[in-house]
Nanobody, 119 residues
Framework: QVQLVESGGGLVQPGGSLRLSCEAS????????MRWYRQAPGKEREWVAT????????NYKDSVKGRFTISRDNAKNMVYLQMNSLKPEDTAVYYC????????????WGQGTQVTVSS
């Protein structure tokens, strides 16, 4: 059974930090590209960051560059999103997403974790 389970969300003040985690199971994690997406209330889900299967390459949405860092640990089947200098506009439900590096028809979503940035 494939599972992606996010954790680490919560309420944080502007300028603060959070580290999201996503634990994968039920598939060969090291052969999947991993992404983080987010969805704010009343808005469409948007891509935030990507890390390749080996972790050798990363990409970020322009608005989070320099503030967010995606990383992974293939030995632990984990992907992370370190979020620093958080802004109110980062408030959203954050989702972990897996897509096969060789077969892009293989795709899985996590259930999401809420991040709220507010004073």
């Amino acid at each position: 059974q494939v599972q992606l389970v996010e954790s680490g969300g919560g309420l944080v003040q502007p300028g603060g930090s959070l580290r999201l985690s996503c634990e994968a199971s039920g598939f060969t994690f090291s052969t999947y590209t991993m992404r983080w997406y987010r969805q704010a209330p009343g808005k469409e889900r948007e891509w935030v960051a990507t890390i390749t299967s080996t972790g050798s390459n990363t990409n970020y949405k322009d608005s989070v560059k320099g503030r967010f860092t995606i990383s992974r640990d293939n030995a632990k089947n984990m992907v992370y999103l370190q979020m620093n200098s958080l802004k109110p506009e980062d408030t959203a439900v954050y989702y972990c997403y897996a897509v096969g590096a060789s077969d892009r028809t293989l795709r899985y979503w996590g259930q999401g974790t809420q991040v709220t940035v507010s004073s």
